[in-house]
């Protein structure tokens, strides 16, 4: 959970404000929806008084409901407050539909991230209903040097700034594909800020390809990257090649709906 609803559980309140705040807590942990009977029985209350809080909290976008299982999953409005820029609430809901498309037409889970402190952070992760789904909770961390949306955040910096953040010892090797040289990972962000996109193949994890894109606000500055993981052997054929343009395409409609 945002560390800024934590501090708000953590100080005086209201009772409704503290239950409000646990169901955060309980649907932010989930990697996947989850339901109020289920919400209910984690906090020994009657899954009226859920239904009610959920419903309050989907009308404000701080829950999002699944309207074909009726399960929720975290709403663009509570992953906004830990995502460190103004734009976050008016980004996430667009980025949001486009993941969801990205699902539902090719098969394809993906995520929003940003960087946080130094660190690749996930604000948005939706799973396709695919041989292999690559399940990661919101809030959860990243590899910057092995992800194609680690890649897209650290080509958003200068050589300097990503440097800094790789470090100089030689970074982990994840899978027998990852490139482990900071110097070979900076050079290769030169690519990655003069085509728009980023792919790994087998870097981060054994099987998998990743396809990822800047979102940008008006003035061009990179927000947030827009990301998809797909089997390698993906029955519908898809390809990094294929995928590219479905993921492009994606990143600069969310941008566009914030001025980008």
Not at 31 to 54: F, H, N, Y
Not at 69 to 96: C, E, K, S, V
Not at 191 to 208: L, P
Request: proline share 5%; charged share 20%.
């Amino acid at each position: 959970m945002p560390a800024r609803l934590r501090d708000l559980k953590s100080a005086p309140g209201s009772q409704s404000l503290e239950r409000g705040l646990d169901v955060l807590e309980i649907v932010g942990a989930e990697s996947a929806d989850i339901g109020v009977r289920e919400i209910a029985r984690r906090l020994r209350l009657s899954p009226t008084i859920v239904q009610r809080m959920v419903t309050s909290l989907a009308r404000r976008g701080y829950v999002d409901k699944n309207a074909d299982t009726a399960r929720y999953r975290l709403g663009f409005r509570a992953m906004a407050l830990g995502a460190g820029n103004d734009h976050a609430a008016d980004y996430l809901g667009a980025a949001r539909r486009e993941l969801d498309r990205l699902a539902h037409d090719h098969g394809l889970n993906g995520f929003v991230s940003v960087l946080q402190g130094g660190r690749a952070v996930y604000l948005l992760a939706v799973q396709a209903e695919a041989p292999i789904a690559i399940k990661v909770a919101p809030g959860s961390e990243m590899p910057l040097h092995s992800t194609a949306a680690g890649k897209v955040l650290l080509a958003s910096l200068d050589d300097a700034g990503a440097r800094k953040l790789l470090g100089n010892g030689r970074l982990p090797a994840i899978t027998p594909h990852t490139v482990t040289e900071p110097a070979a990972v900076v050079a290769g962000l030169a690519r990655v800020r003069r085509t728009g996109f980023a792919t790994v193949s087998e870097e981060n994890i054994r099987g998998i390809l990743s396809v990822g894109a800047p979102i940008r606000d008006r003035t061009g500055k990179v927000l947030a990257a827009l990301s998809v993981a797909f089997p390698k052997y993906l029955d519908a054929g898809l390809t990094l090649q294929g995928a590219t343009p479905l993921v492009t395409g994606a990143a600069q409609r969310v941008s566009r709906s914030i001025g980008g």
